[in-house]
């Protein structure tokens, strides 16, 4: 690369209002997240008109900060990457517009990235990538085992047919009465417990890489019932750490078969749910047994964040993807190739 690249990467497709500057596709210069998680909690989840409001008020703010921290103006930018899909619309519609403003207001080319191929090139920040690369994306609106063959280039190969991983962990969560989002604290219950109900496993067809979450939700909601009409109560980390299990061991099975079907040099995993510390260790001892490189960033880099839409937006600029001024928010975007 003969000069640097720095883009601003701005995300606000859920209850995260983000903005970063990435230099080179995977150097962070800085990161900057103002979570509503704090008033979200207070409705057990994310509403979307109370989030959409949240944007509005942080996202000039946000921005701001971002390119201060860098000690970078407007000029040393050479692009805006924004997530375009998918998300809640009016969320999206804040960021879209304030990364049109900017880059108009600026002269810079903008660049609407999947939410999702964010979360995967979250990894690039952390190492290079290598491919083939499997990517195991778990977040709390997809489930999904992609794999890639070089940059840009998307193939899915396994997807859930009901709730996503995380959707799961929110729904289970609330039955066992704890505080949105549920994934940290079941997590958290489950680390702690030193007994785990059997709930099943849906491992679907002998050879899908599919993935079903809502059977497992619906036994974790059966046991509870059955057990209170017979006057007992349920051990909320007993019932925590059998879910968490159900859904590490599917997890892990399923991203292993795939790893060695398609004989990738690289396997990461990305999106909220990677977060978890009983599945990162699973994968962690499952790859390192069978010797293929396992990567997940940091935690905070698994959620919701702007440097991974930074990352991917670069990956999109050295590939020539430019946006324009028409761009609309994409609830329901899908994760296409931007490189055949
Ligand atoms: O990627 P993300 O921040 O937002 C989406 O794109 O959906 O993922 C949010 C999801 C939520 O469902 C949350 O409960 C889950 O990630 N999550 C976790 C953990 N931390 C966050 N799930 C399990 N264990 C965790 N430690
Ligand atoms: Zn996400």
């Known amino acids: 690369m003969d000069k640097d690249i720095y883009i601003l990467g701005i995300e606000t497709s859920c209850d995260e209002t983000a903005a ?17 998680i704090q008033s979200q909690q207070r409705f057990g989840g994310v509403v979307p008109e109370i989030a959409s409001r949240h944007h509005v008020e942080q996202i000039t703010l946000v921005i701001e900060e ?28 804040i960021g879209i517009n304030a990364a ?21 090139y979250a990894n690039q920040l952390m190492q290079p990538m290598e491919f083939p690369l499997l990517a195991l994306i778990v977040s709390g609106g997809h489930t999904e085992l992609v794999l890639m063959e070089k940059h840009g280039s ?20 609330r039955v066992l009465g704890l505080p949105y989002p549920g994934g940290p604290a079941i997590d958290k219950l489950a680390l702690e417990s030193d007994e785990a109900i059997e709930f099943p496993r849906a491992w679907l067809e002998v050879d899908s890489y599919d993935f079903s979450f809502s059977g497992l939700k619906s036994a974790v909601i059966n046991y509870k019932h059955n057990l209170e009409q017979k006057g007992g109560l349920i051990v909320p980390r007993h019932v ?17 078969r795939a790893a060695k079907e398609f004989n990738v040099k690289q396997v990461i995993a990305a999106g909220g749910v990677a977060a978890n510390k009983g599945l990162r260790a699973s994968l962690d001892a499952a790859f390192e047994k069978e010797g293929i490189p396992f990567y997940v960033p940091p935690i905070s880099l698994c959620t919701d964040n702007a440097a991974m839409i930074g990352a991917a937006g670069t990956a999109m600029f050295i590939d020539g993807k430019r946006g324009n001024m028409e761009m609309n928010g994409r609830p329901g975007m899908q994760l296409v190739s931007w490189s055949e």
């Open 66 to 93: 971002a390119l201060s921290a860098a000690k970078l103006g407007p000029s040393d930018l050479d692009a805006v990457a924004v997530t375009e899909g998918p998300g809640l619309v009016g969320a999206l519609l």
């Open 240 to 256: 925590a750490a059998g879910f968490q299990q159900s859904v590490v061991e599917v997890l892990t099975a399923k991203t292993l």
């Open 154 to 173: 998307f193939k899915l190969i396994g997807e859930t047919r009901d709730d996503a991983a995380g959707e799961a962990y929110d729904k289970v969560a």
């Open 20 to 36: 970063s500057v990435i230099k080179n596709g995977h150097e962070i210069i800085s990161n900057i997240v103002a979570s509503q």
């Open 100 to 120: 049109k403003a900017f880059a108009f207001a600026n002269e810079l080319p903008i660049i609407g990235v999947h939410h999702i191929a964010g979360h995967i």
